[in-house]
């Protein structure tokens, strides 16, 4: 084993530690405490060599014995002499190596006379400054202040005035105006606007109309006004109009539609098909026939909808799915017996679409509070009463492990489980604090009914005014 000297005792020792510096515990303890007389009232202690190393190198100025002794060192004053003016004046001990001059006016006029100056370029108004400082960017606080602000140039839409703006309004609006006069006169049509509009309207193209006014109108909004003013043409439609229309609505798509009638408009189309009673190329083509039905019905089981889709290639596989859904056609499926641990956890996730029934027949209010917020349902027969009666009716064999139990067992528990709920309809909504309030009080599991209705004439009565 290799050999070191002890730094205590100077005693050569052998160890098997390539950083060892003692030979014993004794000589690191008595090596590393010293002896020292504390600096404010002269009392003998022991010091850890720490301590005294930062004593030597200036990273401390003293070390005392208690608290009482540290402020009082710290409320001594000692001599400096001023950096700029050469006088000498008191302050602190504890500041005695950080303030070098006697005031500010010393401290301000040596930083002038030994200082670097250069010149800087102000980063918002451009201005050439001189500072002391490297990383000065503005000329003032004013021009930084400025350049905070996320404000970009916008020109009024009505007086054409530039001013400024914060860049989140600009990007959500289409119209900008310096002030409220000029966003009041800008909602207005004025009386050479309208001159236009009377003049041009129906005579040029409402793009070219849009060029001779003074405020930048979009094309609805001409339009629109010019309706107001009863400049559009008339609208009824004529006989021949209606004829043509009957004959090609219920035959052709909406677009070759509206190529014969160019005046007109989808929705045009649409609200006059309604008035005659008449049903679209899209409607009829879309249609199911008594074939098609029939041929889903049949083979729903044994196809895929996308299948029955390429059959007549008419309908999309989700219209497909959704009609057969709503005539009661489905698909019997496989349940997913992963992530449940036992039976009461699979029989609680299926009663979501449940729950979510019963909360908005009782419009998802609380009937003892009448609070809408954070509703829940508790069952007033509790939960695991109407599972174990389900098991007793049943005769049902709880089984270790969850996916050794059938799809139709599966089934047949939670149509019973939900048949028995029905049957004794004794389930309540109310607020989550209520909810947990009536648990903390009676407990979980095995809640009676007779625990409810104590619990609500007691509620009623004030008894649980300070807790709720």
């Not at 200036?58 to 014995?65: A, P, R, T, V």
């Not at 001189?130 to 960017?137: A, K, P, S, Y």
């Not at 059938?406 to 209520?434: G, I, M, P, R």
């Amino acid at each position: 084993m290799p050999k070191y000297i002890c730094l205590n005792c100077k005693k050569e020792y052998t160890s098997r530690k390539k950083t060892s510096k003692f030979c014993s515990v004794e000589c690191r303890h008595e090596y590393n405490q010293i002896h020292y007389n504390c600096d404010c009232c002269g009392k003998p202690m022991i010091i850890y060599r720490s301590r005294y190393k930062k004593l030597l190198s200036g990273e401390k100025h003293g070390i005392y014995c208690s608290k009482e002794c540290t402020d009082k060192a710290h409320t001594f004053k000692v001599t400096n002499i001023c950096k700029n003016c050469g006088k000498e004046y008191k302050i602190y001990r504890a500041f005695g190596d950080v303030q070098q001059f006697c005031s500010r006016e010393c401290f301000d006029n040596y930083r002038k006379e030994n200082s670097k100056k250069h010149e800087v370029k102000c980063e918002y108004c451009g201005k050439i400054f001189t500072t002391v400082r490297d990383d000065q960017r503005f000329c003032s606080h004013e021009c930084y202040g400025k350049a905070q602000r996320n404000r970009v140039t916008c020109i009024c839409d009505n007086c054409g005035k530039e001013f400024e703006r914060i860049k989140s309004e600009v990007n959500k609006r289409k119209t900008h105006y310096c002030s409220m006069d000029c966003k009041i006169q800008g909602m207005f049509w004025n009386q050479h606007d309208l001159w236009i509009l009377r003049n041009y309207y129906n005579k040029i193209s409402i793009k070219e109309i849009q060029d001779k006014l003074s405020k930048n109108w979009a094309l609805t909004a001409i339009r629109r006004k010019a309706q107001l003013l009863g400049l559009g043409k008339d609208r009824l439609w004529t006989d021949s109009e209606i004829e043509l229309f009957k004959e090609l609505y219920p035959v052709k798509p909406m677009n070759e539609v509206l190529s014969y009638f160019p005046g007109r408009t989808k929705h045009s189309l649409i609200h006059q098909g309604r008035m005659l009673g008449i049903k679209s190329y899209f409607y009829n083509n879309r249609i199911y026939t008594d074939e098609e039905m029939n041929y889903y019905i049949e083979n729903y089981l044994t196809s895929s909808d996308e299948d029955m889709a390429k059959k007549f290639n008419r309908h999309t596989p989700l219209g497909i799915h959704q009609k057969l859904y709503g005539l009661g056609y489905t698909r019997p499926y496989e349940i997913k017996k992963d992530g449940y641990t036992n039976l009461k956890q699979f029989v609680r996730e299926r009663l979501i679409m449940w729950k979510k029934d019963v909360l908005e027949y009782y419009n998802y209010t609380c009937c003892l509070t009448g609070a809408r917020s954070n509703i829940i349902i508790h069952h007033c027969r509790g939960f695991s009463i109407l599972f174990d009666e389900t098991v007793e009716l049943l005769d049902f064999k709880i089984k270790d492990n969850f996916k050794d139990y059938t799809d139709d067992e599966l089934l047949l528990f939670v149509n019973k489980f939900l048949e028995l709920q029905d049957y004794y309809h004794a389930y309540v909504c109310v607020t989550e604090s209520v909810h947990k309030l009536f648990h903390k009080t009676y407990g979980y599991g095995d809640n009676t009914e007779e625990q409810w209705d104590e619990f609500v004439n007691d509620y009623r009565n004030g008894k649980y005014e300070n807790i709720a």
